[in-house]
C-alpha cells in the first residue's frame, strides 16, 4: 500500500530524529524514536522522542488545482537529568530544544514532500517532583502540498 504525501512527511520526521546523536555532531542523544500505536509506545529507553500527530489545518485550493496543508506535530522527549549536572532544567531545556531545531532543519523540505518546516517553541514537563526524568514538548509545523482530490500525488513545489 501507498504512503500519502502526509505519511512520507511524518516518516522523514521519525528517520531525521533518529539521526540525533552524539556521533553526528550533536550535544545530545536520542536513543530511540517513535511514533504512538496501538499497543501503546515503550517509554523505557530514556532519552527518547516520541512524534504524535497534533491536527492539520484545513486546506487551501489554489487555481491550479493543488491543496496545501499545515501539519503540525508534538514531539514529546523525555530525558533523565544526570546527577552531577551543574545546568539548570531550564538550560538543558534550551540545549534540547536547539539540537532538536537543528536537526528537523537539516532538511526543511523533508525529503521533497514538504515545502517548509519550522520549529516555533517548546513546552517543558517534568514527571514528578523528586524523579529525574523530565522534557520537553516541541512544536513542529510541516507546510506540504498534493494534488486536489490525491494525497498520494506530491504537487509541485
Known sequence: MADSIEMLVTKNIVTTLQGLTIANGYQVE?????RPNQKGVDLGVVPNAVVTNA??????????HV?????SYDIEV??????????TSDEVDELWFAEMTKCLLVDH????????TKVPGYVPFAI??????????????VR????YGN????APL
Do not use: C, M, W
Not at 523525555?78 to 545546568?87: P, Q
Open 55 to 64: 491536527g492539520v489545518r484545513s486546506p487551501d485550493q489554489d487555481p491550479n
Open 128 to 141: 514528578a517532583d523528586g524523579n529525574p526524568e523530565a522534557g520537553i514538548v516541541v512544536d513542529v509545523q
Open 144 to 147: 506540504f502540498q498534493h494534488g
Open 30 to 34: 536520542l536513543k530511540q524514536v517513535s
Open 78 to 87: 523525555t530525558r533523565t537529568d544526570a546527577a552531577e549536572t551543574t545546568r
Open 151 to 154: 494525497p498520494y500525488v506530491s
Open 67 to 71: 491543496q496545501e496543508f499545515t501539519k
Open 109 to 116: 523540505r523533508r525529503g521533497g514532500y514538504a515545502q517548509d
